[in-house]
């Protein structure tokens, strides 16, 4: 597929171009495809939970770093690039993309209790095979996280 960029504009996202983009004559802007593809996981994550019965408390104390992490990330990606200043763009367009990945991930992350909670016949015995197999101990991991707090924090 082949991509242009536009230098002037102010997402670091760039406009696919390739055959079959063009839905009622509109090109779809690779920008449009992730937030639409974020969208429905979005969407599905609330399906797997509502399915699962589980829910997120939004207002709980343990959720504000990622409202933090949030709102800094919208203010430098909307802020720096009304600025002069020499890096506001690069640095906007790398809190977007933080921004981004950490959806992501969240999303993912979240997915897997409902998904834990939805399945059955676990893969404990290959999983521990493959552990030794590449000489990972994780209940000695497990025990040196818990006998150091450090660890438990940045982890």
Do not use: K
Not at 67 to 77: E, H, K, P, Q, V
Not at 122 to 135: E, F, K, N, W
């Amino acid at each position: 597929m082949q991509q242009l960029w536009r230098a002037s504009s102010p997402s670091a996202f760039p406009v696919a171009r390739a055959p079959g983009d063009a839905i009622s004559g509109a090109r779809i802007s690779l920008r449009t495809r992730l937030l639409a593809c974020i969208v429905a996981g979005i969407l599905a994550l609330a399906a797997l939970m509502h399915w699962a019965g589980l829910h997120i408390e939004p207002q709980r104390a343990s959720n504000l770093p990622y409202y933090a992490a949030g709102l800094i990330a919208l203010s430098l990606r909307l802020g720096l690039p009304s600025s002069r200043w020499r890096y506001a763009g690069p640095i906007a367009q790398f809190a977007e993309y933080v921004a981004l990945f950490a959806l992501i991930s969240l999303i993912g992350a979240v997915a897997s209790y409902p998904v834990v909670t939805l399945t059955s016949g676990y893969q404990d015995v290959a999983l521990q095979r493959i552990d030794a197999a590449l000489g990972f101990d994780w209940l000695a991991w497990y025990r040196a996280v818990a006998d150091h707090r450090l660890l438990q924090l940045t982890g």
